[in-house]
Protein backbone atom coordinates (compact mmCIF):
# COMPACT_ATOMS: atom_id res chain seq x y z
CA UNK A 1 0.00 0.00 0.00
CA UNK A 2 2.94 2.72 0.78
CA UNK A 3 4.18 2.04 -2.46
CA UNK A 4 1.15 2.50 -4.39
CA UNK A 5 0.70 5.57 -2.57
CA UNK A 6 4.48 6.70 -3.11
CA UNK A 7 3.49 5.96 -7.17
CA UNK A 8 0.56 7.84 -7.22
CA UNK A 9 1.80 10.72 -5.65
CA UNK A 10 4.67 10.74 -8.28
CA UNK A 11 2.47 9.93 -11.16
CA UNK A 12 -0.02 12.73 -9.95
CA UNK A 13 3.23 15.34 -9.90
CA UNK A 14 3.95 14.39 -12.90
CA UNK A 15 0.45 14.91 -14.59
CA UNK A 16 0.20 18.47 -13.07
CA UNK A 17 3.45 19.66 -14.52
CA UNK A 18 2.37 18.10 -17.84
CA UNK A 19 -1.18 19.39 -17.43
CA UNK A 20 1.05 23.09 -17.28
CA UNK A 21 3.26 22.52 -20.80
CA UNK A 22 0.16 21.04 -22.47
CA UNK A 23 -2.78 23.58 -21.34
CA UNK A 24 -0.74 26.32 -22.85
CA UNK A 25 -0.49 24.30 -26.04
CA UNK A 26 -3.58 23.23 -26.00
CA UNK A 27 -5.49 26.73 -25.36
CA UNK A 28 -2.96 28.52 -28.09
CA UNK A 29 -4.37 25.63 -30.76
CA UNK A 30 -7.46 26.23 -29.71
CA UNK A 31 -7.94 30.14 -30.22
CA UNK A 32 -5.49 30.57 -32.79
CA UNK A 33 -5.40 27.24 -34.39
CA UNK A 34 -1.50 27.26 -34.04
CA UNK A 35 -0.22 23.71 -33.85
CA UNK A 36 3.09 25.22 -31.84
CA UNK A 37 5.97 22.64 -32.65
CA UNK A 38 8.35 24.95 -30.68
CA UNK A 39 6.31 24.83 -27.16
CA UNK A 40 8.11 22.40 -25.65
CA UNK A 41 11.24 23.65 -26.59
CA UNK A 42 10.66 27.01 -24.89
CA UNK A 43 9.71 24.48 -21.63
CA UNK A 44 13.47 23.29 -22.30
CA UNK A 45 14.69 26.81 -22.75
CA UNK A 46 13.52 27.93 -19.56
CA UNK A 47 15.14 25.16 -17.45
CA UNK A 48 18.11 25.90 -18.94
CA UNK A 49 17.62 30.01 -18.10
CA UNK A 50 16.65 28.65 -14.52
CA UNK A 51 20.15 26.43 -14.28
CA UNK A 52 22.02 29.70 -15.27
CA UNK A 53 20.31 31.93 -12.98
CA UNK A 54 20.74 29.57 -10.25
CA UNK A 55 24.37 29.38 -11.29
CA UNK A 56 24.51 33.49 -11.32
CA UNK A 57 22.25 33.87 -7.92
CA UNK A 58 22.32 30.68 -5.90
CA UNK A 59 18.53 30.99 -5.42
CA UNK A 60 16.03 28.57 -7.10
CA UNK A 61 13.31 31.03 -6.22
CA UNK A 62 14.62 33.96 -8.17
CA UNK A 63 14.89 31.63 -10.94
CA UNK A 64 11.80 30.20 -10.98
CA UNK A 65 10.36 33.58 -10.88
CA UNK A 66 12.95 35.22 -13.87
CA UNK A 67 13.51 31.99 -16.42
CA UNK A 68 9.73 31.73 -17.08
CA UNK A 69 9.34 35.56 -17.92
CA UNK A 70 11.70 35.39 -20.20
CA UNK A 71 10.47 32.34 -21.71
CA UNK A 72 7.41 34.19 -21.99
CA UNK A 73 8.64 37.27 -23.31
CA UNK A 74 10.78 34.74 -25.75
CA UNK A 75 7.73 33.58 -27.10
CA UNK A 76 5.89 36.92 -27.31
CA UNK A 77 8.71 38.08 -29.59
CA UNK A 78 7.81 34.97 -31.95
CA UNK A 79 4.36 35.60 -32.24
CA UNK A 80 4.97 39.13 -32.99
CA UNK A 81 7.33 39.26 -35.41
CA UNK A 82 7.41 35.24 -37.15
CA UNK A 83 3.65 33.71 -36.50
CA UNK A 84 2.16 36.84 -37.73
CA UNK A 85 3.97 37.51 -40.80
CA UNK A 86 3.16 33.67 -41.69
CA UNK A 87 -0.34 33.36 -41.04
CA UNK A 88 -1.57 34.59 -44.14
CA UNK A 89 0.12 31.94 -45.95
CA UNK A 90 -1.87 28.62 -43.77
CA UNK A 91 -1.53 26.40 -41.29
CA UNK A 92 1.26 24.85 -43.21
CA UNK A 93 3.71 28.32 -43.25
CA UNK A 94 3.02 28.65 -39.17
CA UNK A 95 3.91 24.51 -38.82
CA UNK A 96 7.33 24.64 -40.40
CA UNK A 97 8.15 27.78 -38.80
CA UNK A 98 7.06 26.57 -35.47
CA UNK A 99 9.08 23.40 -36.64
CA UNK A 100 12.11 25.85 -37.78
CA UNK A 101 12.44 27.68 -34.26
CA UNK A 102 12.14 24.50 -32.02
CA UNK A 103 15.17 23.79 -34.31
CA UNK A 104 17.10 27.45 -33.35
CA UNK A 105 16.33 26.70 -29.24
CA UNK A 106 17.54 23.12 -29.59
CA UNK A 107 20.87 23.97 -31.59
CA UNK A 108 21.00 27.13 -29.30
CA UNK A 109 20.88 25.55 -25.42
CA UNK A 110 23.84 23.01 -26.72
CA UNK A 111 26.02 26.03 -28.63
CA UNK A 112 25.61 27.71 -24.85
CA UNK A 113 25.25 24.96 -22.22
CA UNK A 114 26.52 21.87 -24.25
CA UNK A 115 25.23 18.61 -24.79
CA UNK A 116 26.00 17.37 -21.15
CA UNK A 117 23.42 17.08 -18.08
CA UNK A 118 23.10 20.17 -15.91
CA UNK A 119 21.67 19.12 -12.42
CA UNK A 120 19.51 21.99 -10.57
CA UNK A 121 18.70 20.82 -6.96
CA UNK A 122 15.09 22.23 -5.26
CA UNK A 123 15.83 24.80 -2.71
CA UNK A 124 17.37 23.84 0.67
CA UNK A 125 13.31 24.09 2.63
CA UNK A 126 12.12 21.24 0.26
CA UNK A 127 15.11 18.76 0.18
CA UNK A 128 13.23 16.88 3.06
CA UNK A 129 10.81 14.09 3.76
CA UNK A 130 7.35 14.43 4.76
CA UNK A 131 5.19 12.04 6.22
CA UNK A 132 2.03 10.69 4.55
CA UNK A 133 0.01 8.00 5.19
CA UNK A 134 2.84 6.50 6.98
CA UNK A 135 4.65 7.14 3.44
CA UNK A 136 8.24 9.18 3.24
CA UNK A 137 7.52 11.29 0.31
CA UNK A 138 9.73 14.41 -1.01
CA UNK A 139 8.87 17.68 -0.23
CA UNK A 140 9.41 19.33 -3.22
CA UNK A 141 6.95 16.98 -5.29
CA UNK A 142 4.02 18.06 -2.92
CA UNK A 143 5.60 22.10 -3.47
CA UNK A 144 5.15 21.37 -7.68
CA UNK A 145 1.51 19.64 -7.03
CA UNK A 146 0.79 22.51 -5.15
CA UNK A 147 2.28 25.01 -7.77
CA UNK A 148 0.40 23.12 -10.37
CA UNK A 149 -2.76 23.40 -8.81
CA UNK A 150 -2.09 27.17 -7.87
CA UNK A 151 -1.74 27.96 -11.80
CA UNK A 152 -4.90 25.93 -12.27
CA UNK A 153 -6.66 28.11 -10.32
CA UNK A 154 -5.24 31.43 -11.39
CA UNK A 155 -6.22 30.70 -14.97
CA UNK A 156 -9.45 29.06 -14.09
CA UNK A 157 -10.00 32.51 -12.14
CA UNK A 158 -8.64 34.55 -15.33
CA UNK A 159 -10.98 32.55 -17.98
CA UNK A 160 -14.29 32.35 -16.46
CA UNK A 161 -14.30 35.08 -13.60
CA UNK A 162 -13.05 37.83 -15.89
CA UNK A 163 -13.58 39.99 -19.10
CA UNK A 164 -10.13 39.20 -20.56
CA UNK A 165 -11.54 35.26 -19.62
CA UNK A 166 -14.65 36.39 -21.22
CA UNK A 167 -13.03 37.48 -24.44
CA UNK A 168 -10.64 34.67 -24.56
CA UNK A 169 -13.28 31.74 -24.71
CA UNK A 170 -15.10 33.61 -27.07
CA UNK A 171 -12.18 33.87 -29.74
CA UNK A 172 -11.37 29.82 -28.94
CA UNK A 173 -15.34 29.74 -29.78
CA UNK A 174 -15.56 32.29 -33.00
CA UNK A 175 -12.14 34.86 -33.25
CA UNK A 176 -14.03 36.00 -36.69
CA UNK A 177 -17.26 37.37 -34.33
CA UNK A 178 -14.94 38.38 -31.57
CA UNK A 179 -13.19 40.75 -34.22
CA UNK A 180 -16.20 41.96 -35.81
CA UNK A 181 -17.13 43.30 -31.99
CA UNK A 182 -14.32 45.71 -32.16
CA UNK A 183 -12.18 43.88 -30.03
CA UNK A 184 -8.53 43.71 -30.48
CA UNK A 185 -8.27 40.03 -31.06
CA UNK A 186 -4.24 39.97 -32.16
CA UNK A 187 -3.03 41.43 -29.20
CA UNK A 188 -5.45 38.74 -27.36
CA UNK A 189 -3.61 36.28 -28.92
CA UNK A 190 -0.61 37.86 -27.72
CA UNK A 191 -1.78 37.28 -24.73
CA UNK A 192 -2.53 34.01 -24.80
CA UNK A 193 0.63 33.24 -26.39
CA UNK A 194 2.89 34.63 -24.03
CA UNK A 195 0.08 33.35 -21.41
CA UNK A 196 1.16 29.68 -22.32
CA UNK A 197 4.64 30.29 -23.06
CA UNK A 198 4.91 31.23 -19.58
CA UNK A 199 3.34 28.14 -18.10
CA UNK A 200 5.31 26.00 -19.75
CA UNK A 201 8.35 27.99 -18.31
CA UNK A 202 7.03 27.45 -15.31
CA UNK A 203 7.06 23.94 -15.81
CA UNK A 204 10.77 23.59 -17.57
CA UNK A 205 12.08 25.38 -14.51
CA UNK A 206 9.68 23.26 -11.88
CA UNK A 207 10.92 19.65 -13.74
CA UNK A 208 14.14 20.40 -13.90
CA UNK A 209 15.41 19.23 -10.07
CA UNK A 210 13.98 15.76 -11.11
CA UNK A 211 14.75 15.39 -14.36
CA UNK A 212 17.77 17.25 -14.90
CA UNK A 213 18.54 19.81 -17.49
CA UNK A 214 19.42 18.56 -20.62
CA UNK A 215 19.08 18.84 -24.70
CA UNK A 216 16.36 15.73 -24.24
CA UNK A 217 13.83 17.78 -22.33
CA UNK A 218 11.83 18.79 -24.74
CA UNK A 219 11.66 15.49 -26.55
CA UNK A 220 11.02 13.85 -23.35
CA UNK A 221 8.65 15.93 -22.03
CA UNK A 222 7.12 17.02 -25.49
CA UNK A 223 5.80 13.81 -26.84
CA UNK A 224 3.62 13.02 -23.65
CA UNK A 225 2.28 16.82 -24.21
CA UNK A 226 1.45 15.96 -27.46
CA UNK A 227 -0.61 13.03 -26.50
CA UNK A 228 -2.72 14.75 -23.93
CA UNK A 229 -4.10 17.48 -26.40
CA UNK A 230 -4.74 14.94 -28.89
CA UNK A 231 -6.49 12.59 -26.45
CA UNK A 232 -8.33 15.63 -24.27
CA UNK A 233 -9.37 17.08 -27.44
CA UNK A 234 -7.85 19.92 -29.19
CA UNK A 235 -8.62 23.43 -27.46
CA UNK A 236 -9.96 21.47 -23.88
CA UNK A 237 -8.21 22.96 -21.09
CA UNK A 238 -10.65 19.97 -19.28
CA UNK A 239 -9.52 17.60 -21.17
CA UNK A 240 -5.86 18.24 -21.07
CA UNK A 241 -6.15 18.44 -17.32
CA UNK A 242 -7.81 15.19 -16.95
CA UNK A 243 -5.90 13.61 -19.73
CA UNK A 244 -2.64 14.97 -17.90
CA UNK A 245 -3.34 13.70 -14.81
CA UNK A 246 -4.05 9.69 -16.21
CA UNK A 247 -1.27 10.16 -18.26
CA UNK A 248 0.69 10.59 -14.99
CA UNK A 249 -0.86 8.06 -13.42
CA UNK A 250 -0.14 5.62 -16.18
CA UNK A 251 3.11 6.19 -16.64
CA UNK A 252 3.89 6.04 -12.79
CA UNK A 253 1.94 2.55 -12.23
CA UNK A 254 3.17 1.45 -15.80
CA UNK A 255 6.70 2.09 -14.13
CA UNK A 256 5.90 -0.01 -11.25
CA UNK A 257 3.99 -2.82 -12.20
CA UNK A 258 4.66 -3.24 -16.31
CA UNK A 259 8.72 -2.15 -16.62
CA UNK A 260 9.17 -3.50 -20.33
CA UNK A 261 5.92 -1.76 -21.39
CA UNK A 262 6.05 1.49 -19.61
CA UNK A 263 7.43 3.01 -22.86
CA UNK A 264 4.31 2.70 -25.37
CA UNK A 265 1.74 2.26 -22.64
CA UNK A 266 0.46 5.83 -23.19
CA UNK A 267 0.64 5.14 -27.06
CA UNK A 268 -1.76 2.50 -26.61
CA UNK A 269 -4.05 4.37 -24.03
CA UNK A 270 -4.23 7.14 -27.59
CA UNK A 271 -4.67 4.21 -30.05
CA UNK A 272 -7.57 2.85 -27.48
CA UNK A 273 -9.09 6.24 -27.22
CA UNK A 274 -9.04 7.97 -30.81
CA UNK A 275 -10.38 4.39 -31.90
CA UNK A 276 -13.70 5.07 -29.82
CA UNK A 277 -13.75 8.76 -30.25
CA UNK A 278 -11.08 9.87 -33.36
CA UNK A 279 -11.89 14.06 -32.10
CA UNK A 280 -10.20 12.82 -28.50
CA UNK A 281 -12.60 12.87 -25.09
CA UNK A 282 -13.65 16.27 -24.77
CA UNK A 283 -12.74 17.50 -28.29
CA UNK A 284 -16.15 18.40 -30.88
CA UNK A 285 -16.72 16.75 -34.15
CA UNK A 286 -16.42 19.09 -37.22
CA UNK A 287 -19.46 19.92 -38.66
Not at 185 to 201: E, N, R
Request: aromatic share 10%; proline share 4%.
Amino acid sequence: MEAYIAQGMHGLAYGMVLFLVASGLTLVLGMMGVLNMAHVNFFMLSAYLGYQVVAWTGSFWLALLIAPLLTAGAGILMERFLLKKVHAFGPMAELILTMGVAFIISDGVKAVWGTQNLPLSPPGSLSVLVNIAGVQYPAYRLFLIGLAVAILLLMALVLYKTRLGMIVRAAVADAGMVDALGINVPLVFMTVFGAGTWMAGVAGVAIAPILTVSPGLAAQMGMDAFIVIIVGGFGSLGGAFLVAILCGLLSAFGVQFLPQYASVLLFVFMAVVLAIKPEGLFGEKES
